[in-house]
């Protein structure tokens, strides 16, 4: 196993998609605000533990998970196809790694951690970041194991979109309405750097090892099952919670 | 006093470190499961797989400091310093660079692309030539990043205005339906797919404390059910500008 590590070139590459950002934000602020930057140390600095703090992640992603969970979803695609069993129980293992992926790689998405940070501090504290993400992640869970029985079956992809989404529609009359802008954008926050790579790494797996499916056409579409499901699974432990806060007041 | 910083610096990264394994315990977990009890196959290679782990829990650790001091405080600045001034112009012009800027360079993206337009090549929608399946996937991403700067710019004039997201979302929802019947077959799985990878790492966090900046200074919005909502628009609005150029290019 060979891996090329480049701690330069992966730095570089992670300034070029930091600086833009960083570019623009001041050029507005000194440009157009005509402000000021206030205390621009702290800020420079945040910006490079920014920087250093994504270019080890990414960069310790593809020493060590990667690599290792991709070779594992291949060899449990082929394992289940050489089980010789070509009906759908037969991949009982891929479904638990599909479930169990999406999940772990969820709790750890940089991006979901930010946005339930916020949502904690925005919620004056009632919404619980950690609960939050774990509503997320079970939801990506569902998802892409929902997602993986699909390309195993071959069933159309806009059948479980569709659904999904009329199942959206109906738990949002029913939501409490303080949570529903949070559960849409946990929706397109899940599918970021973690998630995104080991998923589809799955699906293109799968999708080359089931007689009859096509790499292309089926090993892709994972991402859209991560996008929707957990939209269902944070409104769902919205309306829990509020059901208990309910129960309890009228005992009260 | 720099003393002072730095102990409290170091009490931040501390906890950060610890949050980081707690994060990554679940991941690392299940794959040494599946590893050893599943597929019984011994590690390869331990040592690199452990300075990995070791660079991942560190760089998550640090990013997330990152964030607490200088990407959400200039985000939140910024968002201040735009609802103090009212100058919806250039506020609505940051907001498009902000999300079409930071999607075009997009990795993700560009995989994304690039594999969904071989299918749609394969498929005999166009040539399958590089040169035209180079074009077409750099069309595919332009779409991508349009649609996302239109987004933000929709989500801020939303918090300004104060309209209701679910009318933006449900009406976003069924001209997705609506497109999914008219456009080809072979680009609707490419362009459900380029509305979830368009949110990046650092886009998110950025975008986040804006919006939850403006729904804070701005009277009578609330940051919670006003603030977000931007991240749900900017995976909407890709599936069905994608789905609108693929049936314009057919």
């Not at chain 2, 994304?112 to 030539?129: P, S």
């Amino acid at each position: 196993m060979e891996i090329l590590f480049n701690p330069t070139m992966l730095l570089l590459a992670t300034a070029k998609d930091v600086a833009p950002v960083l570019v623009l934000l001041v050029l507005f602020q000194t440009l157009v605000l005509k402000r000021p930057i206030p205390r621009p140390g702290r800020i420079i600095f945040g910006f490079g533990l920014v920087l250093v703090g994504m270019t080890c992640f990414l960069g310790g992603l593809d020493l060590a998970l990667f690599p290792i969970g991709r070779t594992m979803a291949l060899q449990l695609a082929e394992g289940a196809q050489k089980g010789g069993m070509a009906n759908w129980t037969a991949y009982g293992w891929v479904y638990l790694f599909a479930f169990l992926m999406g999940f772990s790689t969820t709790i750890a998405e940089p991006a979901l951690i930010a946005v339930a940070h916020k949502a904690h501090e925005a919620s004056n504290k009632a919404v619980s970041s950690w609960g939050l993400r774990i509503a997320v992640a079970i939801g990506v869970a569902i998802g892409i194991t929902l997602g993986t029985f699909r390309i195993v079956t071959g069933t159309p992809l806009y059948l479980y979109i569709m659904a999904g989404y009329v199942v959206v529609v109906i738990q949002t009359v029913f939501a409490p309405r303080m949570i529903i802008p949070l559960a849409y954008d946990s929706g397109g926050v899940t599918t970021s750097t973690v998630t995104v790579p080991l998923v589809a790494a799955l699906g293109l797996g799968l999708a080359s090892n089931v007689p009859g499916r096509s790499p292309v056409i089926d090993g892709f579409g994972l991402i859209a099952f991560a996008s929707v499901f957990p939209i269902i699974s944070v409104l769902g432990y919205a309306q829990f919670v509020q059901r208990i806060v309910r129960r309890r007041n009228r005992k009260k | 006093m720099s003393l002072a910083i730095l102990t409290k610096f170091s009490a931040a990264l501390g906890r950060a470190l610890l949050g980081a394994s707690r994060d990554l315990a679940p991941i690392i977990t299940i794959i040494a499961l599946f590893q050893v009890l599943v597929l019984h196959q011994p590690f390869p290679e331990l040592f690199s797989i452990l300075t990995g782990l070791g660079l991942v829990i560190v760089g998550l650790a640090l990013f997330v400091v990152g964030l607490d001091i200088g990407l959400f405080p200039l985000g939140e600045t910024l968002a201040e310093e735009f609802a103090r001034k009212g100058s919806l112009f250039w506020l609505l012009l940051f907001a498009f660079a902000l999300g079409a800027g930071t999607t075009v360079a997009e990795p993700a993206l560009i995989a994304v692309t690039r594999e969904g337009t071989k299918a749609v090549a394969e498929a005999g929608l166009i040539e399958n030539i590089s040169a035209s399946i180079d074009r077409y996937a750099l069309g595919v991403r332009l779409t991508v990043a349009l649609s996302v700067g239109a987004a933000i710019v929709l989500g801020v004039l939303r918090i300004l205005r104060g309209w209701s997201l679910l009318v933006l979302i449900i009406g976003g929802y069924v001209l997705v339906m609506v497109m999914t019947l008219f456009a080809p077959k072979e680009i609707v799985g490419l362009a459900y797919d380029s509305g979830g990878v368009t949110t990046s790492t650092v886009t998110v966090p950025l975008v986040t404390a804006l919006s939850v900046g403006l729904a804070r200074t701005i009277r009578g919005r609330d940051p919670l059910t006003d603030g977000f909502g931007l991240i749900a628009l900017a995976s909407l609005t890709p599936m069905i500008f994608v789905m609108l150029f693929g049936t314009i290019v057919n």
